[in-house]
């Protein structure tokens, strides 16, 4: 199956500062590019989807201003958590796919600490 | 996007098939099933995908009714490397591909 990255695999940050979180498609061209939040012995969930060149779409409750994801090539999308809170402490998700009915590739994931 | 109802855990014993079951009776029909797996601490990974017949490919094979109300995921020779919580999901292509995850069956391979 095709391969994606995250970077960092793991991040501590303070209170108040902001985190930005890379997801690159390695050996595919990724149409639209998702975003997933997961809490500790829950499910993933759903945060926002992007495609190249255009603003993001998120899903409710999700607050655009706090996650900004850029889009910028078919292989790259960030995720940066702005002003983040230990309640943003989670585990961060992207996955990348195209369009149809054809199986979306996940990152690894990022885990993010915030004290 | 329909719902699914999986069973929260299920146990197996290395070697044997494993049989996960997923109810999705209000399916409609262009939604497809999507089976994906997480391993702790690890991104999702696909596993399998229909939408009316049963396919197979390296690493499992994907049974789904045919009223298409229900599918069973089969590991047919589970290692305790496939202990991990399975995910069975459904989704039109006309839904911008997005997932949207239950909360999956845990499955652990016993020895």
């Known amino acids: 199956g095709a391969v994606v990255s995250q970077h960092p695999s793991w991040v501590i940050c303070k209170s108040g500062t902001s985190v930005k979180i890379e997801c690159r498609s390695l050996?595919?061209?990724?149409?639209?590019m998702f975003w997933y939040r997961q809490f500790p012995k829950q499910s993933l969930m759903l945060m926002a989807t992007?495609?190249?060149?255009?603003?993001?779409?998120?899903e409710q409750g999700v607050e655009k201003d706090k996650f900004l994801i850029n889009h910028a090539s078919l292989t790259l999308s960030t995720l940066t958590v702005t002003s983040a809170h230990p309640e943003d402490s989670s585990f961060y998700i992207c996955?990348?796919?195209?369009?149809?009915?054809?199986?979306?590739?996940f990152g690894p994931g990022t885990r993010l600490t915030v004290t | 996007d329909a719902k699914t109802t999986q069973p929260t855990s299920m146990d197996c014993a290395e070697g044997r098939a494993a049989n996960l079951p997923c109810n999705h009776s209000t399916i409609s029909g262009n939604e497809y099933v999507y089976w994906y797996r997480q391993i702790h601490s690890q991104g999702p990974q696909y596993i399998i995908h229909g939408l009316k017949n049963n396919e197979t490919n390296e690493m499992a094979s994907l049974i789904i009714t045919e009223d298409r109300k229900s599918s069973t995921l089969i590991l047919p020779h589970a290692t305790l490397r496939d202990t991990a919580v399975y995910y069975c999901?459904?989704?039109?292509?006309?839904?911008?591909?997005?997932?949207?995850f239950g909360q999956g069956t845990e499955l652990s391979v016993k020895p």
């Open positions: 999901i459904v989704r039109s292509d006309n839904q911008g591909g997005k997932l949207i």
């Open positions: 996955s990348g796919g195209l369009a149809g009915p054809y199986e979306q590739y």
């Open positions: 050996d595919f061209q990724a149409t639209t």
């Open positions: 992007s495609n190249e060149g255009s603003k993001a779409t998120y």
